[in-house]
């Protein structure tokens, strides 16, 4: 069987409608309607329902999901087992979103070369809805992420109890700043202090924002360990009596793909962050 055809119906059945599997999977709905057409046709059974608020599994549909996936992953695991650089037995992909990159994405590829010399590893850095989706089709096997996914299937973990404090350059502490920390902090921030995000100066980066912060004056809320250094050594001030937000990092990957490869990765993962407490700009 083609494996466009299984993964078309793993994007219907994620994303619940057909008009959301083709943007997904950048191919037309006349197309996503041919291929599922087509796979029915194989199966000699109807694997949806379709109606105004979009696709729903049928009882066959439902049984033929976790074969979907097995075949999915068989060729997936095929393709990277055949095409491994010399020296290498397993190939392994992790991804990070944007704002985790420097440092924890830096020392878990140190950490992780060090610990499994043996393992091919691909690493993929972008916003947390590319990789939940990454994750979904199995073209990454864990992720590191501020907000959990909890999916089907899913496993997720907290690595980092980490918080967003705000903080000031002393005697300088204009203009504010807003850093986009994703949308739960956002709606924390809303509900708590309503007035100020309006008036500020925002950044989707928070290094960014940090760096111009301690070049040109102003106030912000960031990640405690990246600032630790700046509070011990009087660079900056944490602002008396203002808010904090939890930040937590997770870790997300299918149950069903537990291996050895994955399981250095995840260790590899909590030893960087027991070693390396202190994270730079």
């Known amino acids: 069987m083609d494996i466009e055809l299984a993964k078309t119906f793993l994007s219907i059945m994620s994303s619940g409608t057909f008009i959301e599997a083709a943007k997904r999977l950048n191919v037309t709905q006349t197309t996503i309607t041919a291929r599922i057409k087509t796979l029915e046709s194989h199966l000699n059974c109807q694997l949806f329902i379709r109606n105004r608020s979009g696709a729903k599994l049928t009882r066959e549909g439902e049984v033929f999901v976790n074969h979907a996936l097995k075949l999915v992953q068989t060729w997936e695991q095929a393709k990277s087992h055949l095409n491994l650089p010399k020296g290498k037995i397993d190939t392994i992909s992790i991804g990070a979103d944007i704002s985790l990159w ?24 972008t916003d ?38 705000h903080v000031c350059v002393p005697n300088n502490s204009s203009p504010d700043l807003f850093i986009d920390w994703g949308s739960e902090f956002k709606r ?14 925002t950044f989707n980066l928070g290094p960014l924002a ?67 407490n202190k994270w730079q700009v």
Not at 106 to 118: G, H, R
Not at 142 to 161: A, D, K, M, N, R
Not at 188 to 201: C, E, V
């Open 102 to 125: 420097n440092p924890l994405m830096v020392d878990w590829m140190s950490a992780f070369t060090l610990n499994a010399p043996e393992l091919h590893i691909n690493n993929e850095v």
């Open 128 to 165: 947390t809805e590319k990789l939940v989706s990454l994750l979904e089709k199995d073209i990454l096997d864990i992720i590191l992420i501020h907000t959990p996914c909890y999916f089907s299937g899913f496993t997720v973990e907290q690595v980092v109890e980490e918080k967003l404090i």
């Open 188 to 201: 924390n921030f809303d509900a708590t202090l309503p007035q100020k995000r309006q008036a500020a100066l």
């Open 210 to 276: 940090l760096k111009f912060m301690l070049k040109n004056g102003g106030n912000g809320y960031f990640r405690t360990r990246v600032v630790a250094d700046y509070l011990a050594n009087g660079a900056l001030e944490q602002v008396k009596e203002s808010p904090e937000f939890s930040y937590p990092i997770y870790i997300s990957y299918r149950a069903s793909k537990h291996s050895t490869s994955l399981n250095k990765a995840i260790i590899s993962l909590k030893n960087s962050l027991t070693h390396n």
